[in-house]
């Protein structure tokens, strides 16, 4: 198959949100079409109309281009396409494909109930199925029948999984599946063969729970003269207790991730590792993602999310993220948290001090608060409390030592151990008492980066107040 005919396609029902191991689903198949350098289809399969929900397809479309997973053509709507499938149902039944079945619900529920009580699998025994010499009833008069594909008797449905390799399923096991309702909707595993056929989708790449529904899809596909695809059915991604990843087990959707200051960066490589690998690699990016990517590293075994991994990752993006850039992603949550970056020391610089020790960008922007709170004022019980009278000698000192240096780390740094070194005191012993006086907290970076970053006409002020 040459390279430039490869198309792909994430087919989502638009039912809930969608979460990481949705996206996966989404992921593998967009990164084989752009390796290849073919065409990756979003196809929105909203048959479901009670359930179906456009908000659930603008989530679906927001996470996808957060990921950066563009898409060459889509979102492309099955309930657009009724009349095509209706086209396709009538040719079936003309030409001896499929046909009516009239059989009730509750014909067919006690026929099921009488078949378990015989130990038998509950399935349809064809009985409107048409056949040489059969004499069928009179249709029922005032009954809209449901339609029934014809299924093969005898025989195997055989393909080889791209993941799972040879998987043989007897036709002997599947019955005759109805493909359009009684009010004509078509259902779900027959469109999905229209669609597969009419879009030309050369591999489907999905989640495993398809697997039962391939045999009956195949069986179509050829019963209209169309090729099956190449089939990939990828093992379930499970939740950080074992359970398979949903919404009712805990699975946070995309636009959680977004929300908690998660790097889409950092999603991507993380859902990429699940369930596919290249070698040790454990960080990439998108690009050497798809030089990468091919079916035959796509693990057989279940997926395990792991929370924590995810999230250092994220540390690990959030620590080699261009300091601008970072701001300029971390502007909205420090907004959030009533935070006016344009007044006050440079965002820009903010958050290169203190991106080093957070996982997230909110972690960024709340670190961030502490320069941009008004100056601290304080109690002389406070003072006394936490900045010993024997240090304000050594502090009134480094307070001239700041006022002549000039305003870097390195010359701050110098600064510090100056005085250190006059009053033979530790690091601590000195800094401890600085950091409370600058913030009223004894937990900041590096205490020379946060005289530069908060400048040092603020910083001499703070200082100068509590050694009065």
């Known amino acids: 198959m040459l390279a430039m005919s490869i198309r792909t396609r994430f087919a989502p029902s638009p039912t809930g949100f969608i979460h990481l191991g949705n996206l996966r689903s989404a992921l593998y198949p967009w990164a084989f079409a752009r390796h290849n350098k073919g065409d990756f289809i979003l196809r929105i399969e909203d048959t479901d109309l009670e359930r179906s929900s456009q908000e659930a397809v603008d989530v679906i479309i927001e996470g996808m281009a957060w990921l950066g997973m563009d898409i060459d053509e889509g979102p492309i709507y099955q309930m657009q396409r009724i009349d095509r499938y209706r086209e396709v149902i009538k040719q079936m039944l003309d030409s001896g494909l499929a046909y009516p079945c009239y059989m009730s619900e509750e014909e067919l529920n006690r026929l099921r109930d009488q078949q378990m009580a015989n130990k038998e699998k509950p399935r349809y025994n064809g009985f409107w199925r048409p056949e040489p010499g059969k004499v069928l009833p009179p249709a029922p008069s005032g009954v809209q029948p449901v339609i029934r594909f014809k299924n093969p008797i005898g025989g195997s449905v055989v393909w080889n999984d791209a993941v799972k390799g040879q998987i043989e399923i007897s036709?002997?096991?599947?019955?005759?599946?109805?493909?359009?309702?009684?009010?004509?909707?078509?259902?779900?595993?027959?469109?999905?063969?229209?669609?597969?056929?009419?879009?030309?989708?050369?591999?489907?790449?999905?989640?495993?729970?398809?697997?039962?529904?391939?045999?009956?899809?195949?069986?179509?596909?050829?019963?209209l003269g169309g090729i099956p695809p190449i089939y990939a059915h990828l093992p379930t991604v499970l939740n950080d207790?074992?359970?398979?990843?949903?919404?009712?087990?805990?699975?946070m959707s995309v636009r959680d991730y977004q929300k908690a200051g998660y790097l889409p960066e950092a999603i991507l490589n993380y859902l990429a590792r699940l369930g596919w690998s290249h070698g040790d690699a454990e960080i990439f990016t998108k690009e050497q993602f798809v030089h990468w990517f091919d079916l035959e590293s796509l693990g057989r075994s279940p997926a395990q999310h792991n929370p924590e991994k995810l999230l250092w990752l994220n540390h690990q993006y959030i620590q080699n993220t261009d300091p601008a850039k970072l701001a300029n992603l971390a502007k909205p949550f420090a907004n959030q948290l009533g935070i006016n970056t344009e007044i006050g020391p440079d965002f820009v610089q903010v958050v290169s001090l203190i991106k080093d020790r957070a996982n997230t960008l909110v972690e960024i922007a709340e670190a961030a608060k502490l320069f941009y709170m008004p100056a601290p004022t304080f109690t002389p019980e406070q003072i006394a409390a936490n900045i010993p009278s024997a240090i304000v000698p050594a502090l009134k000192d480094l307070i001239e030592a700041i006022k002549s240096?000039?305003?870097?780390?390195?010359?701050?740094?110098?600064?510090?151990?100056?005085?250190?070194?006059?009053?033979?005191?530790?690091?601590?012993?000195?800094?401890?008492?600085?950091?409370?006086?600058?913030?009223?907290?004894?937990?900041?970076p590096a205490i020379d980066s946060v005289l530069v970053v908060l400048g040092k006409e603020e910083a001499l002020n703070r200082l100068s107040k509590v050694v009065q």
């Open 171 to 223: 036709n002997d096991e599947l019955d005759d599946l109805i493909i359009a309702r009684p009010d004509g909707t078509p259902t779900y595993n027959f469109c999905v063969v229209v669609d597969d056929l009419d879009m030309n989708i050369t591999h489907v790449i999905r989640g495993d729970d398809h697997v039962n529904n391939t045999p009956r899809q195949i069986n179509i596909m050829k019963a």
């Open 241 to 251: 207790s074992g359970e398979k990843m949903s919404k009712r087990n805990g699975a």
């Open 405 to 444: 240096s000039p305003e870097t780390k390195e010359a701050y740094s110098a600064a510090f151990k100056q005085v250190l070194a006059q009053h033979q005191l530790k690091m601590p012993a000195l800094a401890m008492p600085v950091r409370y006086a600058l913030f009223a907290t004894t937990q900041t």
